[in-house]
């Protein structure tokens, strides 16, 4: 796959950590970005600021982590190396599927439709409409896939500061003038920490798994310039990635604060994309709507062809006749015909599949961070991820109500068992067991 960020053999620059920070930025700025705060920003109420903190906490501060992991790795593919080969073809299938064309990009698919085609209002919305416009999305997508270097860098390098400043003006005039009087906690937020309701909500974004595929972007945009010893990959991706947390971390805080004063509009919202559509188009009328719509489609696009891109050249990789160029025309087909369940429904359906492979994600990348200090390497991949695998089962399957009875009963006693992170306190401790018993078997 090309890199995404054209550059010359010389000398790294600020500029240049400018260019690959908005980069990264423009990776991540997909659909869960601009979804998901506003919801939970409308259902936190009073509590948004907490809640956004522990949105930011899963959303933010952990996708960087693993973007700084990866990149020093130089691809995903290295967090599992330590695994049996069956083991991590079946996590990053699972992973790229995820991120891309069964959840991921049908997504973010499906907020360019609600978030900038309806607002339009140039046709009604219908079946018909939502295949036609995720039809020609894709195909647009395909086009960018095949050849992404120069037009993808364009995009990242002029739209993503576009779409800033209409943030920046949106920001501002909810501040200035807010739509509403900040409402009571509803659903979660209501009954449980804020703060815990927002790390939950976090998973959402999928920015973690994400890093994982766009680490290796990042690590082929610094190859370019001769960047390749592992400290000066760290010390680079860092100082540009970090210019990406500050923006993202801005942005969540801003949307939550628009979310939690959107009860003038939210009502009969099933999603963060009708909100934040309705908010933009009662502060700024019919133009407005218009400069958003394509500003969110191009944005979406950045995502849609860098996810994508990096899923069709991992599973490139399986046969020597299924290249880069088949597997993106197999995904551009896959993401049209899965996006047609629409956006409320994939979001309620995502949540089980996130629940399952985002902690398996978490304990690989802080086992590749701890690997050098682990006395048996082996033991303690094995151990740790069986446990977390079964217990993120558990919260996957309790939340679509399949768990039975008889362990859900066992597991209600497991603190954060009620907040969907049941596997946490035993994969820790799992991690901490392997420590001790791996250092008996050496």
Excluded at 156 to 184: Q, R, Y
Excluded at 194 to 222: C, E, H, K, N, P
Excluded at 282 to 290: I, M, N, R
Aim: hydrophobic share 55%.
């Amino acid at each position: 796959m090309k890199s995404f960020l054209s550059i010359e053999n010389t000398m790294f620059t600020r500029k240049d950590i400018i260019v690959l920070g908005m980069m990264i930025f423009a990776l991540f700025l997909g659909a869960g970005n601009v979804i998901f705060p506003p919801m939970e920003g409308f259902t936190a109420g009073t509590h948004w600021a907490t809640a956004s903190l522990g949105f930011v906490l899963t959303g933010v501060f952990m996708p960087f982590i693993t973007l700084v992991v990866v990149a020093m790795l130089g691809r995903g593919e290295e967090l599992t190396r330590d695994l049996p080969k069956w083991a991590e073809v079946i996590f990053l299938i699972t992973l790229y599927l995820v991120i891309g064309s069964l959840f991921a990009m049908p997504r973010v698919t499906n907020v360019a439709y609600e978030m900038a085609w309806l607002p339009l209002n140039i046709v009604d919305d219908s079946s018909q409409v939502h295949f036609i416009f995720s039809l020609i999305f894709n195909i647009v997508g395909m086009l960018f896939m095949l050849r992404p270097n120069t037009i993808i860098s364009t995009v990242g390098k002029f739209m993503t500061p576009a779409l800033l400043v209409l943030l920046v003006v949106v920001a501002v005039n909810v501040i200035i003038s807010p739509l509403s009087d900040i409402v009571e906690p509803s659903k979660a937020y209501a009954t449980n920490p804020a703060i815990t309701s927002g790390l939950i909500s976090g998973y959402q974004t999928m920015d973690v798994l994400a890093a994982i595929a766009f680490g290796g972007i990042v690590a082929r945009a610094l190859a370019v310039r001769n960047v390749t010893s592992p400290q000066k990959v760290m010390k680079y991706t860092i100082s540009a990635g970090l210019i990406s947390v500050l923006l993202l971390a801005m942005l969540y805080f801003s949307l939550f604060y628009l979310g939690a004063t959107s009860a003038q509009v939210a009502e009969g919202a099933t999603n963060g994309g009708q909100i934040f559509s309705r908010y933009v188009n009662a502060l700024f009328g019919v133009s407005g709507t218009w400069i958003m719509s394509g500003i969110i489609i191009l944005a979406n696009m950045t995502t849609l062809v860098g996810v994508t891109s990096a899923c069709a050249d991992y599973f490139s990789k399986f046969h020597v006749r299924l290249s880069y160029p088949f597997w993106v025309v197999v995904f551009t087909i896959l993401t049209t015909t899965v996006a047609q369940t629409g956006l409320t429904e994939l979001l309620r359906i995502t949540i089980p599949a996130l629940l399952l492979i985002y902690p398996v994600a978490i304990m690989l990348v802080l086992l590749q961070i701890i690997r050098n200090k682990l006395s048996n390497i082996k033991f303690s991949y094995y151990f740790t991820l069986l446990v977390t695998v079964f217990f993120s089962a558990c919260d996957s399957l309790k939340n679509v109500d399949l768990l039975p009875k008889t362990l859900e009963n066992l597991l209600s006693h497991l603190p954060l068992y009620a907040d969907g992170m049941a596997w946490l306190i035993p994969a820790f401790v799992a991690l901490a067991l392997s420590l001790f018993l791996g250092r008996k078997k050496v």
